[in-house]
């Protein structure tokens, strides 16, 4: 089991906000586990530390000026060993790996972030120019290294009210939607506690759709050498 900590944004405009015991599964995970404490979010009033952020602060998306709904972090331990547990290292993202600028200071990522990959084959192939990846899927052990650090990392991932994706130190990234993971789950109980979490949302149904597909790299590297 896994503590979690999620604030929402209520249809009043209030906040709700509370703490809540959950499996250590990766469906409860990947909610709140993309961006390390400290990651600076670019809102309307400029860029914010993602820790300093409430539900209802308006940030900048893809798709325009979006609210945040919902925000949910946990509490990466290293050495902690869990076989169910998705959250076993972080990724850190070394300034100007993707260019310069891009990033333009070192980002700690958990494992539930995923960055846009724009290839000008995707078109033709996929019918749209990029797709999303996990940041995990493109370590080189040079510029993007899995790293486990000494201590404990606080974790968040926040939630806008239609996915999309957000400018983190330059590179582009999504917002969380937990995607098809909701497909997999036949208990009907672990529905409902995963829901429990989001108290914007009355049923499933509200997480809406996908902005863009989600894939892997190797899964790029594939559909680009075929």
């Known amino acids: 089991m896994r503590k979690y900590e999620v604030a929402a944004l209520l249809p009043d405009l209030s906040i709700s906000m509370k703490q809540q015991?959950?499996?250590a599964l990766p469906l409860f995970e990947d909610a709140c586990s993309a961006f390390a404490r400290g990651t600076?979010?670019?809102t309307t009033r400029g860029p914010v530390a993602?820790?300093?952020?409430l539900p209802g602060d308006y940030i900048e998306t893809s798709r325009g000026t979006q609210s945040i709904t919902w925000i949910g972090s946990t509490t990466y331990v290293p050495g902690v060993l869990c076989e169910e547990s998705g959250l076993g290292s972080l990724t850190r993202v070394t300034s100007d790996a993707y260019g310069l600028g891009r990033p333009a200071a070192d980002l700690l990522l958990g494992p539930s972030a995923r960055l846009v990959v724009t290839r000008s084959r995707f078109r033709a192939l996929l019918g749209q120019d990029s797709v999303l990846v996990p940041v995990a899927d493109e370590a080189d052990w040079d510029r993007i290294v899995p790293v486990t650090p000494a201590g404990g990392v606080q974790l968040y991932h926040l939630m806008v009210r239609h996915h999309a994706t957000i400018k983190v130190g330059g590179?582009?990234?999504e917002t969380y939607h937990p995607g098809k993971a909701l497909?997999?789950?036949s208990s009907p109980n672990l529905r409902a506690l995963f829901l429990s979490m989001f108290d914007n949302l009355s049923e499933l149904q509200d997480f809406g759709e996908l902005s863009m597909t989600r894939s892997?790299?190797?899964a790029v590297d594939s559909l680009m050498a075929s």
Do not use: F, T
């Open 21 to 23: 015991v959950a499996p």
């Open 40 to 42: 600076l979010i670019q």
């Open 183 to 185: 497909h997999a789950v």
């Open 50 to 53: 993602i820790e300093d952020l």
């Open 216 to 218: 892997s790299r190797e």
């Open 171 to 173: 590179l582009e990234m």
